[in-house]
């Protein structure tokens, strides 16, 4: 317990702003995007104010009653003191340094970048998530629920949407065990579809930590858990002092 306390206030800096801070976003994106990587110089610079910064993991209209029950069952375990809820923030680049008046003229990006789990302004369409993390047990749980700007198959929630929330709900769990990590490798399994629109619950957990590598597998069964559609393995590295 102690042990994992310490891997969790050395990987997420202050302890005491986890329920508050954007955590996460925080950890992965310390640096700003070289200006040549993105899309257009011309686009103008956009700044939010640290008011205008929103949680995207807590409750919204378009959440299901099957979204709202499982977020409530873990709100509750939360309380008890063995989950912890991961903020989740969409303007990754105002969390460089935690404030956005914090940080001077010369360390804003000259453009707006977004990550992508959290790029549509409209709720409900593309990935609506929450993530909770148990450091005692080295789990993340992800509850999430599909919007009909994720298909693939008619109907049916695209394979890439997919591998996209086993890598963000994996790599939670290893940014709150090892600290930043990068995905080196991901390997699933689609077992059966998710159908549009329906949530799930995404269960991951370490397999093993061996020096910089973090080997996690996920599970992703329907809100009753009585139907499997995803089983898949991940594997993390720890970034380097360096960088
Ligand atoms: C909340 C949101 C969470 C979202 C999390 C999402 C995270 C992401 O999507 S990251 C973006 C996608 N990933 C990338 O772009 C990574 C691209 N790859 C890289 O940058 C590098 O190859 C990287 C960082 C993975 C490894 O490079 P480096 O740090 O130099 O490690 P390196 O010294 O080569 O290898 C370290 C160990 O890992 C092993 N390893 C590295 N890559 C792999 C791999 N693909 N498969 C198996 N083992 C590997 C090496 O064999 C070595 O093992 P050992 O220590 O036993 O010899």
Redesign the pocket.
Known sequence: MFRCSVRLIKGLTQITWLREQPV?PNL?YRRSVPAAYLPSRALRVTWPCAEEVKDFSLPNPSWSQNMRNLYNKYMELSQQGSWIRLPSYNVTATHLIGKAEQCPDSAKPQVTTRLFTRNLDVEGLGFEYVMFYNQAELRTVGIFQAGPYLEGPIGLTHGGAIATIV??TS??CA?CTLGK?????LNINYRSPITLGSTVEVQCRVDKI????IFMSTEIRSADSQVLHIEATA?F?Q??MSE
Do not use: P, Q
């Not at 061996?210 to 590598?213: A, D, L």
């Open positions: 996460l992965l890598d963000t790599g939670a940014i990590v990068k995905t080196a490798n061996e020096g910089r590598k594997l590295i970034m380097k």
